[in-house]
């Protein structure tokens, strides 16, 4: 994936290199930073359909989702054709994407 490339060097360039765990814990701070402007932006759920959440938060949660993946030397691209293989599958078998669990 050609965007984990472009993390990677940059993470690199920045001497910015962590732990898989560090990296973790940032990916979850990022997401936690979505929430926080999804559940700010609708009053807390009150207003469902007024959400709105900044695209750089999303970009930081991809950056860190892609650090993650260089740190812990997976694909990116390949776990995501997995995983839309999994659905694939599941729908297929079941008529929905979940896993039922």
Known sequence: MNEQ?????????HEMESP??????DVVSELGEVAKDAAESTDYGSSPEEV????DEIGDVLFSLL???????IDAGEALEEAMAKYDERIADSGT???GN
């Open 52 to 55: 709105n959440i900044a695209s």
């Open 67 to 73: 650090a993650l993946a260089e740190a812990t030397e």
């Open 97 to 99: 994407p979940s896993s």
């Open 20 to 25: 898989p765990t560090y990296r973790l814990l």
């Open 5 to 13: 490339d472009k993390v990677a060097s940059f993470v690199q360039e």
